[in-house]
């Protein structure tokens, strides 16, 4: 190995993957979504919905399906678009004890409210000295759809991670989305949770347990979805599907790839992360989003804190394009992250190695 | 003076203080006394109050929730009027009215007439607006719906330490309002009028 082993104790590598039954039921990620916000306003009336189309037009893209009717006019909130106003509404309503669940109709006109979220339910916990909660989550689809530009694309996850405050979800499967947004409209903490578009009509298969009511996922705790020993592939959202596809790809080339899907962006699983390159040696990270100051780099930095000595290539970092999204489809193409561009990475890091012998 | 005498207590700014030196000095918030902070965002408030009063509604509480804001945080405003009023939320929106947004005076900002003022007050006398509030508050509460009082007052201090306000205010338009104006002197005059207080108790 190269450098010197820097020893830090860091716990063994949870390995989340669920042996399924074969009689697992599929559900889509629209649908995980909808049954746990219908469950979680069911289990405590302090929880209500707000947003844009959220009520008569039963959400922009369906998550909120059949509330309204449940729950009535009081409980479900269709808004102006006003995102700076009725995401300031929202924060009040948590500062005074309700369980406000703020969906944008996409993470870019999280924008308009980001003084909201930041200066006032991000700080208002450690601003009082613990005396103020700020029980809030902020939901709604996050980074590129399919043919929207540049101000419907961009991928939020690095900007609400590095803010103290927030804790920064991004579901990949139903599992993650159903278990994950429980946890956050439980949460006692301002909570930004990270949707992708083309992942809400995207099936995947549930346990009974997920089914369950009672079902909730921990908050900064990322899931191996595939093990593997040659190399490390982090990945959020839709990305890891990608890093799926990638590694069955490399598999085939006799390259055994590890897919840590991170689920937590704020707090980030290190322990995970950090234990899985100690026993591959490298690491491919993987984002949809823009590449400077991104959730790779942070991925990165705490490797080469935590791990450097187990490094036996470079990092290798994949991400969007450095530039605003494209709207035409081929260039779009281009400025996000495609299976290719992953194997290709994981083969670089794989070959790149220096064998011991030859360094001597 | 009540409420100064509560910002005391949690606006050193230091151990001592109820947020143990994590806020400004004016951003108190103790929580036992119903109090939260403003923030240094101007205005931010404005929404939170609506949504606070919400939260008072759903917990089918019999109050209502004031907050204070200047005409130069009067952005986010409108929207939040109408969300209160959709919503029938009892709120009390006190817009202290100096003419001023930093530099920018009242005619460059909003038209007064356009959001229907219930009750246009003089904000340096004590008396006049503790009565419109406590008119106020009963009415929030009993019509369940916003009430917005405009207090006409004046700034004869800087913006912030980084402002010059003698560039855009006449100085001796400043002296005038100090002098006359007052509201402290004014209460003052009021309460040594009724023999409550005099000389020998100021010292």
Known sequence: ??????????????????????????????????????????????????????????????????????????????????????????????????????????????????????????????????????????????????????????????????????????????????????????????????????????SFPVSAEVLDSSFCLPIGKAKIEREGKD??????????????????????????????NLRSIRPLDRSTINTSVRKTNRLVTVEEGFPQHGVGAEICTSVIEESFGYLDAPVERIAGADVPMPYAANLERMAVPQVEDIVRAAKRACYRSVPLAASA | MWQWG?????????????????????HYRPKKHNYFTVASTIATQISHVVGATYSLKMDKKDACVVTYFGDGGSRTFPCCLKFSAVLEAPVIFICWNNGWAISTPISDQFPRKAYGVRSIRDGNDALDIYSAIQAAHQMAITEERPILIEALTYRVGHHTASDDSTKYHPVNEIKWWRLTRDPMARFRKWIEKNGWWNDMAES
């Open chain 1, 1 to 202: 190995m190269l450098g010197v082993i820097r020893h830090k104790s860091i716990r063994p590598a949870f390995s989340a993957i669920r042996h399924l039954s074969s009689a697992a039921k599929e559900i889509t990620v629209r649908e995980a979504l909808n049954s746990a916000l219908d469950e979680e306003m069911s289990a405590d009336p302090k929880v209500f919905l707000m947003g844009e189309e959220v009520g008569e037009y039963q959400g922009a893209y369906k998550i909120s399906k059949g509330l309204l009717d449940k729950y009535g006019p009081e409980r479900v909130l269709d808004t102006p678009i006003t995102e700076a106003g009725f995401t300031g509404i929202g924060v009040g309503a948590a500062y005074y004890g309700l369980r406000p669940v703020v969906e944008f109709m996409t993470f870019n006109f999280s924008m308009q409210a980001i003084d909201h979220i930041i200066n006032s339910a991000a700080k208002s916990n450690y601003m009082s000295a613990g005396q103020i909660s700020v029980p809030i989550v902020f939901r709604g689809p996050n980074g590129a759809a399919a043919g929207v530009g540049a101000q419907h694309s961009q991928c939020y996850a690095s900007w609400y991670g590095s803010c103290p405050g927030l804790k920064v979800l991004s579901p990949y499967s139903s599992e993650d989305a159903r278990g994950l947004l429980k946890a956050a409209i439980r949460d006692p903490d301002p909570v930004v949770f990270l949707e992708n578009e083309l992942l809400y009509g995207e």
């Open chain 1, 231 to 260: 190399v490390t592939i982090t990945a959020y959202s839709k990305m890891v599907g990608f890093a799926l596809k990638a590694a069955e790809t490399l598999a085939k080339e006799g390259i055994s790839a590890e897919v840590i």
């Open chain 2, 6 to 26: 509560v910002a005391r207590k949690c606006s050193d700014a230091n151990k001592y203080d109820n947020v143990k030196g994590r806020q400004m000095l004016t």
